[in-house]
C-alpha cells in the first residue's frame, strides 16, 4: 500500500523589510506598507522602475531618477524627507499588500520620539494607512493616536491605475516640503516628464 501524501499549503518565508532612512531632523516621514520583491532585492525603497515614487520625487525635488539609489536618497534627506514602511516583517507571496500575512510592525512611535522634528506622516497609499489604522484600533486596548497630523495621498504603485500620475504628483506636490520646483505641481504636468 502506497502512503498518503497530505498536501499542505507552505506559507511563504518571512520577509524582513528595509532600515528606515532619515537624517536627524525630517519635517515628513513617508510611510509605504511593505517593499515590493523587486525593492527587497535591491535593497532600495521604491526599487520597481514602474513605481511612480521616485518620478514624483523628481517632479517635485528635481532629483533625477536616474542617480543611483544612494545619491537620491542622500538628497531627499536634504529635503527634510524620510522614508519607511509600517510593517517591519511579514509573509507575502508576491508583492500585492492584499497578500500580506502575520505582519510584525515597525515602532513608528519610537521613530517619533527620535525625531521630534517630523510635522506631518505621509501615508503611500491605503494599505499603509488601513495597516497602521488596525493596529492602533485592532490590537490595543484603547488607539494610540499619532502626535503628528497624517495624509493619506494616493499609492504610487504601478497597480494603483485609479489616478493618473499627474493626479499622483499634484497631490504629492501639495504636502511635500518645499523644493527647489516650488511643490506647485506644475512640474507635474505631462510636458515636464522625460
Known amino acids: 500500500m502506497k502512503p498518503i501524501r497530505v498536501s499542505r499549503?507552505?506559507?511563504?518565508?518571512?520577509?524582513?523589510?528595509?532600515?528606515?532612512?532619515?537624517?536627524?531632523?525630517?519635517?515628513?516621514?513617508?510611510?509605504g506598507s511593505f517593499p515590493s520583491h523587486q525593492s527587497l532585492a535591491r535593497s532600495e525603497y521604491y526599487g520597481n522602475p514602474r513605481?511612480?515614487?521616485?518620478?514624483?520625487?523628481?517632479?517635485?525635488?528635481?532629483?533625477?531618477r536616474h542617480l543611483p539609489y544612494a545619491d537620491r536618497?542622500?538628497?531627499?534627506?536634504?529635503?527634510?524627507?524620510?522614508?519607511?514602511?509600517?510593517?517591519?516583517?511579514c509573509h507575502r507571496e508576491g508583492s500585492a499588500d492584499d497578500r500580506i500575512r502575520a505582519p510584525v510592525l515597525n515602532d513608528i512611535h519610537g521613530f517619533l520620539a527620535r525625531h521630534p522634528t517630523v510635522?506631518?506622516?505621509?501615508f503611500n497609499g491605503t494599505a499603509s494607512e488601513r495597516?497602521?489604522?488596525?493596529?492602533?484600533?485592532?490590537?490595543?486596548?484603547?488607539?494610540?493616536?499619532?502626535?503628528?497630523?497624517?495624509?493619506?495621498?494616493?499609492?504610487t504603485s504601478p497597480a494603483n491605475t485609479r489616478y493618473?500620475?499627474?493626479?499622483?504628483?499634484?497631490?504629492?506636490?501639495?504636502?511635500?516640503?518645499?523644493?527647489?520646483?516650488?511643490?506647485?505641481?506644475d512640474s507635474c504636468s505631462p510636458l515636464h516628464r522625460v
Open 9 to 31: 499549503e507552505l506559507e511563504p518565508e518571512r520577509c524582513a523589510g528595509l532600515d528606515p532612512v532619515t537624517g536627524e531632523a525630517p519635517d515628513v516621514l513617508i510611510l
Open 51 to 64: 513605481n511612480h515614487f521616485w518620478q514624483i520625487i523628481e517632479a517635485v525635488y528635481g532629483i533625477d
Open 73 to 89: 536618497v542622500r538628497e531627499l534627506v536634504l529635503h527634510r524627507v524620510a522614508l519607511w514602511d509600517v510593517i517591519r516583517s
Open 119 to 122: 510635522r506631518l506622516i505621509a
Open 131 to 155: 495597516c497602521y489604522t488596525s493596529y492602533c484600533s485592532g490590537n490595543l486596548t484603547s488607539p494610540i493616536p499619532l502626535p503628528v497630523p497624517t495624509r493619506l495621498l494616493p499609492s
Open 164 to 185: 493618473s500620475f499627474e493626479a499622483k504628483c499634484r497631490s504629492w506636490a501639495a504636502v511635500l516640503p518645499l523644493g527647489e520646483h516650488g511643490n506647485t505641481g
